[in-house]
């Protein structure tokens, strides 16, 4: 995912390079042209070679993503990124309104090199060896870093590959179901209803759900019924003509050679070709669709629909989901707990008489199987993994405390990494950091949207889209992560806005994996710490140990939200205002803060400072330096008067506090 951070850092260098900035460059250091000009035509040729990467990163990411020297360049790549990312931001703060009055009589009279001299030469030097870094880069590629020969038509084959393998894996599970009864009776009814016009029937929910072992079920026992019928797995990286294809091929059931040279023919021919069979009543279940034209490629084969016909189509996607006839949705949930029991006994004593669990494993089982909330390919997963292991509850307490870990590294879970991670995979780059966010926060913790909102747009992750508002273009970003089935609605008000929502915790495993692997950030936890690091970008830490913040060294660090309210607070705002001066998030909801240092005002890239819930009586005169302020959330504290310098915070979006 280093794609999503080259694009803030080009942002962030276009915003360096426009006019605005230039300008207010060439009046601070007018005296020093040359050094002005180094300094951006390097960013200039910075901005170019990160364009063109990220270009390469799209066409690779994918089929090279298990590849060890792509993983070793890729983590370079971003290491690199994130420093130009810094360097930029330094360049802004150096340009910014603060330093403009004061220091252009010495550039002028030239008494003495001021220290904003001494800072535009070093930045000139950093972007020299960020330069070298990606010619290097660019360099290491070309000797060792394989690239596939069709470039993103074999990433886009090597998707639709490992979709269909997955759609396979998946419908080859469709004979032990548990929990479905009523689903597949409604199903079965629908499909069994040969009176009405033509019925698209859709099965929808996030992935892992066993929509697809529910389809290959029930088409197992209707297909029958109808005079000819086609299973095809469709994924988001597709050919129209090889879907048409495959469709045709599909109803021929496996005759030996087609009536027809199809290799050859193009697509309103095969169209054609198609319609001669589904002129009769047809069955077609279209597997893993990810968005509507998907079906409408389709469509022009399927005119005129036929009495008595049924299509059914499996998606992720909301927006996939809204192609069902009147009525003809059904919306696959979690299983409750008694179920999700009766499918891990089924896999994991699937030896014992009636899959009995022994006494002594009850406990552990219980535990094990409430980790997986209910998704079914995560309790057929590891319960499958269980079966192959001891039967013994030191054992089973070994693989439930560590089951995090099992999901990403696991071979045995392979399937449960790959269905979901090709979620991920189809997210467009702008929802990636989004999502990845999210996962930052604890298990179960229910996401408000408006917080979302503010954190988001401080991060950058929110990009200008006409007229429309930041908050606007946040909230379609949040909506579009639940119409994916990435985030669960929690709340929603009479409009069916949503309030709130959450992230399922087999999901959020497998995206604190993520987080780590792309160098995104970090969920620190009791028990399971992860690796604390200078280069460490983000930092969520919940039910931890009181002395972390002693020896803590994190100059890079972007965001910081604390979650546990035991956390000895002064010593975090302490720690953050001296050693992590790129600080952008600053959340410390629900503790005990009682004072905010004056060094808070040195924090030039800070964009959101949450205080509420807070003890703090008094904000630091210093909080006007804050220039690039966006959120201040100090509700529900002890704070009588606001200083009066914060009316120079003309980029504070919002200010929270109780009327």
Request: glycine share 6%; with cysteine.
């Amino acid at each position: 995912m280093a794609e999503g951070v080259i694009l803030l850092t080009v942002t962030k260098i276009g915003t360096a390079l426009g006019n605005e900035v230039i300008n207010k460059a060439s009046s601070l250091f007018r005296n020093f042209k040359a050094q002005l000009a180094e300094l951006q035509g390097g960013m200039s040729r910075i901005s170019c070679e990160l364009r063109l990467m990220h270009e390469f990163l799209c066409r690779m990411d994918v089929r090279n993503r298990k590849d060890q020297a792509y993983e070793i360049w890729m983590e370079e790549v971003r290491k690199v990124a994130h420093r130009i990312e810094d360097i930029v931001d330094e360049y802004l703060h150096l340009v910014g309104p603060k330093h403009v009055i004061g220091w252009r009589f010495y550039l002028t009279k030239g008494f003495k090199q001021p220290e904003a001299l001494l800072s535009l030469n070093r930045i000139v030097s950093l972007i020299k060896e960020a330069e070298a870094s990606l010619v290097h880069l660019f360099q290491v590629k070309d000797r060792w870093v394989p690239v596939p020969n069709n470039g993103s038509a074999d990433n886009s084959a090597f998707i639709v590959e490992r979709s269909q393998h997955l759609a396979s894996t998946s419908r080859s599970i469709s004979e032990d179901l548990v929990g479905v009864d009523e689903n597949r009776k409604k199903l079965q009814d629908w499909l069994g209803d040969h009176v009405k016009d033509c019925s698209v029937v859709v099965l929808s929910g996030m992935g892992g759900l066993g929509k697809t072992a529910l389809a290959a079920n029930v088409y197992k026992g209707e297909r029958k019924n109808y005079d000819c019928h086609a299973w095809i797995s469709v994924s988001q990286t597709y050919s129209q003509k090889d879907l048409l294809r495959k469709l045709f091929m599909d109803l021929l059931h496996g005759e030996a050679i087609a009536p027809v040279d199809i290799d050859t023919m193009d697509i309103p021919g095969i169209q054609d070709e198609l319609r001669k069979f589904l002129a009769q009543k047809y069955l077609i279940v279209l597997d893993d669709v990810w968005k509507q034209e998907s079906f409408s490629d389709l469509l022009g084969a399927f005119a005129p629909y036929t009495k008595g016909s049924s299509i059914v189509i499996t998606t992720r996607s909301a927006d996939v989901a809204r192609l069902a006839s009147e009525g003809r949705e059904l919306k696959i949930e979690c299983l409750p707990d008694d179920k999700a029991q009766e499918l891990f006994h089924r896999k994991a004593f699937r030896r014992e008489e009636d899959y009995k669990c022994p006494t002594e494993l009850k406990y552990h089982s219980e535990q094990i199987v409430a980790k997986c909330k209910g998704l079914p390919l995560a309790i057929v997963s590891v319960g499958s993994l269980l079966f192959v292991r001891e039967k013994n509850p030191t054992e089973w307490k070994r693989i439930h405390d560590q089951l995090g870990w099992e999901l990403g590294y696991n071979p045995g879970l392979d399937h449960v990494r790959n269905i979901l991670h090709l979620s991920f995979i189809y997210l467009p780059t702008y929802l990636k950091s989004c999502f990845l966010y999210c996962a930052l926060f604890p298990e179960d913790y229910i996401l408000h949207r408006k917080v979302l909102i503010r954190l988001w747009i401080a991060e950058g992750f929110i990009e200008e889209r006409g007229d429309s508002t930041l908050e606007e273009v946040a909230e379609g970003y949040l909506n579009e992560l639940v119409h994916r089935n990435m985030l669960q609605p929690e709340e929603c008000n009479s409009f069916r806005r949503i309030r709130s929502c959450k992230m399922h915790d087999i999901v959020r495993q497998l995206a604190i994996d993520l987080s780590r692997k792309e160098s995104f950030g970090l969920a620190y936890e009791y028990g399971n710490h992860g690796i604390l690091d200078t280069n460490t970008r983000r930092l969520a830490v919940s039910k931890c140990r009181n002395d972390i913040w002693l020896h803590l060294q994190l100059p890079r660090l972007r965001s910081c939200i604390i979650f546990d309210e035991a956390m000895p607070s002064s010593r975090i705002l302490d720690s953050v205002a001296d050693k992590s001066k790129y600080i952008v998030v600053l959340e410390l909801r629900g503790l005990s803060v009682e004072k905010v240092p004056s060094a808070v005002g040195y924090l030039f890239n800070l964009c959101y400072l949450g205080l509420r819930d807070s003890k703090v009586k008094i904000l630091p005169k210093s909080i006007e330096k804050l220039s690039k302020l966006l959120t201040l959330d100090i509700v529900n504290n002890m704070i009588q008067e606001l200083p009066h310098g914060i009316v120079k915070l003309k980029n504070l979006r919002h200010l929270l506090r109780e009327l």
